[in-house]
């Protein structure tokens, strides 16, 4: 089984700015791709970002521009930088991940349990 433990969230006014980090562990052989998803209240969960390794890095539209998906491969760990953040913003942040472990053995989707992000004056 993966591990996902986020931190970084917290209260911060419009226009701020925040960093949100989750760090992977357990049974991993490599890692196929790393995420951020968020869930506002009385919403459907929606994809953030998404950064598979080699591969192209996907962001909802609502956030381009603003936030920057990033990862630390040596430490599997991957970052969430947020900009000019937004009372639409406001929602619990989900890290996730697909993994390998073992060479040609799939060990499915994770999520972690969430960390609050508000964006209020």
């Known amino acids: 089984q993966v591990q996902l433990v986020e931190s970084g969230g917290g209260l911060v006014q419009p226009g701020g700015s925040l960093r949100l980090s989750c760090v992977a562990s357990?049974?991993?052989?490599?890692?196929?791709?790393m995420g951020w998803d968020r869930q506002a209240p009385g919403k459907q969960r929606e994809l953030v970002a998404t950064?598979?390794?080699?591969?192209?890095?996907n962001y909802a539209d609502s956030v381009k521009g603003r936030f920057t998906i990033s990862r630390e491969n040596a430490k599997n760990t991957v970052y969430l930088q947020m900009n000019s953040l937004k009372p639409e913003d406001t929602a619990v942040y989900y890290c996730?991940?697909?993994?390998?472990?073992?060479?040609?053995?799939?060990?499915?989707?994770?999520w972690g349990q969430g960390t609050q992000v508000t964006v209020s004056s």
């Open positions: 996730n991940s697909r993994v390998m472990i073992a060479p040609n053995l799939y060990g499915g989707d994770s």
């Open positions: 357990g049974r991993i052989f490599s890692i196929i791709t």
């Open positions: 950064m598979p390794s080699g591969g192209t890095t």
